[in-house]
């Protein structure tokens, strides 16, 4: 019903930057908070950041003044700019969204996760 399909993972170097993208699609009457989880191996999945629909985010302290959250209300899209990355940040990052479907269901939506690596 509601698909969340992420993009831009992929291996960077200690001190690179990236960014992931998160665009839901389907029976979507409103999207409310929006955000970005991650698991690494062995470990629970962890809050990274997240954003309302009204623009106000909150963040994970670990990536506090490097990481940046940011939606495209228009295109229905979520980013995450991930700069000076560390090998702590390696795990899979997963999308979630708080949907209202044109069906007047309201529930959380995860996508597939996208794996970011931190190596030299």
């Known amino acids: 019903q509601v698909q969340l399909v992420e993009s831009g993972g992929g291996l960077v170097q200690p001190g690179g930057s990236l960014r992931l993208s998160c665009a839901p699609s389907?029976?979507?009457?409103?999207?409310?908070?929006m955000g970005w989880y991650r698991q690494a191996p062995g470990k629970q999945r962890e809050l990274v950041a997240t954003?309302?629909?009204?623009?106000?985010?909150n963040y994970a302290d670990s990536v506090k003044g490097r990481f940046t959250i940011s939606r495209d209300n228009a295109k229905i899209t979520v980013y995450l700019q991930m700069n000076s990355l560390k090998p702590e940040d390696t795990a899979v990052y997963y999308c979630?969204?708080?949907?209202?479907?044109?069906?007047?269901?309201?529930?959380?939506?995860w996508g597939q996760g996208t794996q970011v690596t931190v190596s030299s």
């Open positions: 979630n969204a708080d949907v209202m479907t044109t069906s007047s269901s309201r529930s959380d939506y």
């Open positions: 389907g029976s979507i009457f409103n999207i409310y908070t």
């Open positions: 954003i309302t629909s009204g623009g106000r985010t």
